[in-house]
């Protein structure tokens, strides 16, 4: 039988289908979960390129034949743990700007709300963010376009921020507002990924979190941040 492309996670459990088309009931997607924190776990000291079925199929207690009513083949595993990435994401990273003030000085705590879920998200993923970031800047159009995704709500949200502090005078009325969040999206990415290597370098993770929320304080309201 053919083989099926790997399913999405983002979608409703009951719409999960295994390979050879049925839907896994309580006990398959359990045993899917399984297989799927094995391969999490196994990116952490394994590269991408080398991941097999047999070492994740062991880890997960299972055997290489139950891997395969899952996903056609490790590859398909890893786009599934980025599916849920994006998923969780996209709500995690986009909760502080939507939920936050942007009005006097609760406008700087929202801005350390967002350093600090920043980091924390690159923290708890840093092995699957790693080898998206590694493959989007090798060329795979897949994993840039999962990344795109992963931010591009987070950027809105920011970029609507931004417009209406430009509107209401406070930052120049020739500022792009889309322009403004991305950069300051890339830095809270960029600084999230190599945390610490910047801390090898003397200084310490508060600090860290304390320049970003600053810097996006800055580039959303125009003011000085508070001392």
Same mark, same amino acid.
């Given at each position: 039988?053919?083989?099926?492309?790997?399913?999405?996670? !983002?979608?409703?459990?009951?719409?999960?289908?295994?390979?050879?088309?049925?839907?896994?009931?309580? +006990?398959?997607?359990?045993?899917?979960?399984?297989?799927?924190?094995?391969?999490?776990?196994? *990116?952490?000291?394994?590269?991408?390129?080398?991941?097999?079925?047999?070492?994740?199929?062991?880890?997960?207690?299972?055997s290489p034949a139950?891997?395969? %009513?899952? /996903?056609? !083949?490790?590859?398909?595993?890893?786009?599934?743990?980025?599916?849920? *990435?994006?998923?969780?994401?996209?709500?995690?990273?986009?909760?502080?700007? +939507?939920?936050?003030?942007?009005?006097?000085?609760?406008?700087?705590? =929202?801005?350390?709300?967002?350093?600090?879920?920043? *980091?924390? /998200?690159?923290?708890?993923?840093?092995?699957?963010?790693?080898?998206?970031? *590694?493959?989007?800047?090798?060329?795979?159009?897949?994993?840039?376009?999962?990344?795109?995704?992963?931010? =591009?709500?987070?950027? !809105?949200?920011?970029?609507?921020?931004?417009?209406?502090?430009?509107?209401?005078?406070?930052?120049?009325?020739?500022? !792009?507002?889309?322009? =403004?969040?991305?950069?300051?999206?890339?830095?809270?990415? %960029?600084?999230?990924?190599?945390?610490?290597?910047?801390?090898?370098h003397g200084t310490?993770?508060?600090?860290? %979190?304390?320049?970003?929320?600053?810097?996006?304080?800055?580039?959303?309201?125009?003011?000085?941040?508070?001392?």
């Amino acid at each position: 039988m053919p083989k099926k492309d790997a399913v999405r996670t !983002d979608e409703d459990p009951e719409e999960l289908r295994a390979v050879d088309g049925r839907v896994p009931g309580r +006990r398959g997607l359990a045993t899917r979960a399984r297989l799927l924190d094995q391969t999490r776990e196994l *990116l952490r000291t394994t590269s991408y390129r080398d991941l097999k079925v047999v070492d994740i199929a062991r880890g997960a207690g299972t055997s290489p034949a139950t891997f395969y %009513q899952y /996903f056609p !083949d490790a590859e398909s595993a890893l786009w599934a743990l980025a599916d849920e *990435l994006v998923g969780e994401g996209r709500e995690r990273l986009t909760r502080p700007v +939507r939920d936050g003030s942007w009005s006097g000085r609760a406008a700087y705590e =929202t801005c350390e709300r967002i350093a600090a879920t920043f *980091l924390d /998200f690159w923290d708890e993923h840093r092995a699957l963010l790693a080898v998206i970031d *590694l493959a989007a800047t090798e060329g795979d159009v897949r994993f840039r376009e999962i990344r795109l995704q992963l931010l =591009t709500t987070f950027t !809105d949200a920011l970029g609507v921020e931004v417009r209406e502090q430009r509107d209401a005078g406070r930052l120049p009325s020739d500022l !792009d507002p889309t322009a =403004t969040a991305s950069v300051l999206v890339a830095m809270l990415a %960029q600084v999230s990924g190599h945390r610490y290597g910047i801390e090898r370098h003397g200084t310490s993770g508060p600090e860290i %979190q304390r320049a970003l929320a600053r810097l996006v304080y800055s580039g959303v309201t125009g003011r000085k941040p508070p001392g």
